[in-house]
Structure formats: structure tokens, C-alpha cells
């Protein structure tokens, strides 16, 4: 999808009153993201965790905006050890369904396997509602979810040393709701993604 296609896929959706929705998957692992911090001189900081347990939290997520960049939510569904899989973006699908019931949604996401699994395409075609795009390969920067996860997990979540899964499901949960919290932040990420030149120019229309 160029931006051309994508200005045109927001344009429809306003067309239709339908939510634009963007959804990405990411996993907070044991093993910690390192990054340079503040300490005494002489001191090198240690951050200890299990270097070779890579057991790690699973979450889909979306963010849901109008079309015209009014409002904005981020909506998720975690899974503590284990992958996200076809199974489970069906699954987060008809939850999204229900969370908006008879809005139109314009699904946006990458061409990640398990997004065009047999089972998932089935979905999409038994339910109307849903007009589904697909992001081009390799460009993980124009999906603003991307940011939502980098803010979390490396930069909130950096040097956690967390060893325990239960406690790494709630940070994760907590430093994730933090973000989804902060409109401005959001919008922040919708400008990192080059997505608000966008909106702005369906709104304006």
C-alpha cells in the first residue's frame, strides 16, 4: 500500500463511516533490551536476567481511529507464553467486531503469515464490515503499533531484569496502558508512521 493507496483506503472510510484500524503483534521477552543509563563514575551498571530463558508475553494489538483523526484508542489481547497465531487474530478479529458492533472497519496490517492464514481470510470474508489492506514488506515504520511497542518495550521496559512471567505480563500491561493513555502520544505516533498528513487531507476535503 503507497501513500496514494493509503489516502485513498482513508477517503472510503470516511465515505462509509467505517474505523480505520491498524494491528501489529510483538512479544516482551525475560531477556531484557540493554541500554545506556545513568551511574556513578567508575561503576559500570550489571543488569542480571536469565540470558537463556526466552520464555516472553505475546499481545495483538490495534489502534483504532476515526477517519478524520478525531479520536483515537488502543484496544490489545495478551498472551503470557505463547505465540500469537492464526487462531488468535480470528479471535482478536470478532473481538474487535464486537467492541465497534455495526461500525465498518478498515483493517490495516502486515503480511505477516498467521494475517493470511485460510482461517482469518474465511473471517474476513464472512463479515462484511471489514474491508482489509495489507502494508507493504519490510516497512514496519508505517505502522503506528510499531511505535506503541518501541516505546514500551525499549524505552519503559529497558534493563527490566524481570525473571518471573507473571510479573512480566503486568509491567508489560502496565507500560503499554501507559502509552495507550497519552493521546498526544498516540498522535505522536501517527505522525511517526506519516499517517497524519493523511487523515488531515481526508479531513479537509
Not at 62 to 79: I, P, R, V
Not at 154 to 164: E, K, L
Not at 176 to 183: I, N, R
Request: aromatic share 8%.
Amino acid at each position: 500500500m503507497e501513500a496514494a493507496e493509503l489516502a485513498g483506503a482513508f477517503k472510503k472510510s470516511r465515505d462509509r463511516d467505517a474505523l480505520i484500524v491498524l494491528v501489529d503483534e510483538a512479544g516482551f521477552s525475560m531477556v531484557p533490551c540493554l541500554k545506556a543509563t545513568w551511574a556513578p563514575l567508575g561503576r559500570t551498571p550489571v543488569v542480571k536476567h536469565r540470558n537463556r530463558w526466552h520464555r516472553k508475553v505475546s499481545v495483538i494489538g490495534a489502534l483504532a481511529t476515526e477517519a478524520d483523526g478525531s479520536s483515537m484508542q488502543l484496544l490489545f489481547d495478551w498472551h503470557p507464553d505463547k505465540h500469537v497465531a492464526r487462531d488468535e487474530v480470528a479471535t482478536f478479529l470478532a473481538k474487535l467486531l464486537a467492541q465497534f458492533p455495526g461500525r465498518a472497519i478498515t483493517l490495516i496490517w502486515d503480511k505477516l503469515q498467521a494475517h493470511r492464514s485460510a482461517c482469518v481470510r474465511e473471517f474476513i470474508q464472512q463479515h462484511d464490515l471489514i474491508d482489509m489492506h495489507f502494508l507493504p514488506s519490510y516497512a514496519p515504520e508505517l505502522n503506528p503499533v510499531e511505535m506503541v511497542w518501541s516505546l514500551s518495550k525499549y524505552h519503559r521496559m529497558a534493563n527490566h531484569g524481570i525473571d518471573d512471567l507473571t510479573m512480566l505480563h503486568a509491567e508489560a500491561r502496565r507500560r503499554v496502558g501507559q502509552v495507550a493513555a497519552d493521546q498526544k502520544l498516540m498522535r505522536a505516533c501517527l505522525a511517526h508512521a506519516g499517517l497524519s498528513d493523511a487523515l488531515y487531507h481526508v479531513s479537509a476535503q
